[in-house]
């Protein structure tokens, strides 16, 4: 089954690959971890367990592919008849009825939207693919003013309403939602709700470097995250942390790009200005307990950069780490928030 999702139409990888997970050979070699891997939404993931019945692991993973086909099909844009696509063609004023999943995750979306300001707005889906972000591919040349403009008119989460028995979306004008920076997350959140179901406590499972963990390794340790630096375009370790009971994700400008004229345009695009960010963040991993929330927050502090950023995450008591441009380019600043040093130093 999990072969099989290397079939689908793959989503953009949006949200940086910035976490991975630290393990050793002792790991691997214990009898009583278990996991599978596999391919979805245009990366891997996998799912590690504490587990002393093997016998299940084959269950799990055709419950993980069947469960993780959904969620593309309820969510992807780049599924031509998916939910949500459906929905994006339909024209203003319209009403569709969709499923549970999907009303919650736009609503969801649409709350943390309201308690960003709109720094976070899922309706910026235009402009990313304008940019050359989204379904339609890469370009070569920056848009036009103009261009900006007229989209910017389709833009504004207000404009996109939940309603509940049946659940339905309904869109006041042109939108067009994209939910790239939330559903990994709830992705990773259903994978770990399979092994709850299962009575499973102890485990790391991850897509694309966003993660979810519970509980302890075999030996009664932490598992160990590693958080990406940006210093190089190589892969290259920034911070260790041990984690338990929660959920990592992590946002970044420095991998996924276009260059014209010597100028980097990051795939992160401003709801305001309808252009990519400017600023020297470079990448923010947030820890919450879900990876839908995580995944949307890191989105979040992205876009508003390193200092309006570092304030928002301060005054809504997020765990968030921020790496960010010195004034010369030449280094990287660490600053965290006091929530997410208190994590590190409680997993110590």
Same mark, same amino acid.
């Given at each position: ?35 599978? $891997? ?12 504490? $587990? ?37 063609k339909l024209p203003a004023g319209s009403e569709m ?41 890469? @370009? ?41 920076? @939330? ?23 991850? @897509? ?23 210093a190089s375009m190589e892969r290259s ?31 992160? @695009? ?79």
């Amino acid at each position: 089954m999990i072969s099989g999702f290397q079939s689908l139409i793959k989503w953009p990888v949006a949200m940086l690959l910035a976490v991975f997970v630290l393990t050793g050979c002792n790991f691997f070699e214990n009898e009583k971890v278990v996991g599978i $891997d596999g391919q979805t939404m245009g990366t891997t993931f996998s799912m590690r367990w504490v $587990d002393l019945n093997e016998d299940r692991i084959n269950d799990i993973r055709n419950r993980a592919g069947k469960v993780l086909a959904t969620v593309n099909q309820q969510m992807s844009t780049y599924i031509p008849n998916s939910e949500l696509s459906t929905f994006n063609k339909l024209p203003a004023g319209s009403e569709m009825e969709v499923s549970d999943a999907l009303a919650a995750v736009v609503e969801q979306s649409l709350a943390i939207s309201e308690r960003s300001g709109g720094a976070f707005d899922v309706t910026v889906g235009p402009l990313v693919n304008l940019w050359g972000f989204g379904p339609n591919g890469r @370009i070569e040349k920056a848009p036009t003013e103009a261009e900006i403009a007229s989209l910017k008119e389709r833009i504004g989460y207000q404009k996109v309403e939940v309603l509940k028995d049946p659940s339905r979306l309904r869109k006041l004008g042109q939108q067009y939602v994209d939910l790239s920076a @939330i559903a990994k997350g709830y992705g990773v959140d259903q994978l770990a709700e399979i092994l709850e179901a299962e009575g499973i406590h102890n485990y790391l499972v991850e @897509i694309g470097g966003e993660l979810r963990a519970k509980g302890l390794k075999p030996d009664g340790s932490h598992w160990r995250i590693a958080i990406e630096s940006p210093a190089s375009m190589e892969r290259s370790i920034g911070r260790i942390i041990n984690v338990k009971d929660t959920a990592i994700a992590t946002s970044g400008d420095y991998r996924n790009y276009f260059e014209e004229g010597g100028v980097r345009f990051s795939h992160t @695009i401003n709801p305001e200005t309808g252009k990519p960010i400017t600023h020297r963040l470079a990448s923010v991993t947030v820890l919450t307990p879900t990876c839908a929330e995580a995944d949307a927050l890191a989105t979040t502090l992205m876009v508003m950069g390193e200092n309006r950023g570092f304030e928002f995450a301060k005054e809504e008591g997020i765990a968030a780490y921020f790496l960010y441009k010195s004034e010369q380019g030449d280094t990287f600043i660490e600053q965290a928030t006091a929530e997410f040093e208190a994590f590190v130093q409680e997993g110590e």
